[in-house]
């Protein structure tokens, strides 16, 4: 697979992550902010944040979408940041994810 074929397959995975507390994926909620993978080495280095800096299900989520990032053919090693620059808005949210939470 090349580069953009590993980059959908991440963006695919990350759309099976949810936050457990709203029925959204995290991918179309807006909390991924980078994705960075570089083929030579097989490294990812990822900025994503929270709908709240006090979610107490932080470590469950990043640790989800770690192991699912790395279930990825051809990612080696998976850095998750965790930032909150910029802070999180609703309008962060895909189309989709806003229908689907009633705010459409």
Do not use: H
């Amino acid at each position: 697979m090349d580069k953009q074929q590993i980059e959908e397959r991440i963006v695919e995975v990350l759309k099976t992550v949810y936050d457990p507390e709203i029925p959204a994926n995290i991918y179309d909620l807006g909390l991924i902010y980078r994705v960075d993978y570089n083929p030579d080495d097989g490294s990812l280095d990822m900025d994503m944040t929270l709908t709240a800096p006090g979610c107490p299900l932080a470590d469950f989520i990043m640790e989800d979408v770690r192991q699912k990032v790395l279930s990825v053919n051809g990612v080696k090693t998976a850095q998750v940041n965790l930032v909150f620059e910029p802070e999180w808005t609703q309008d962060m949210m895909s189309d989709e994810a806003k229908m689907d939470l009633g705010f459409m």
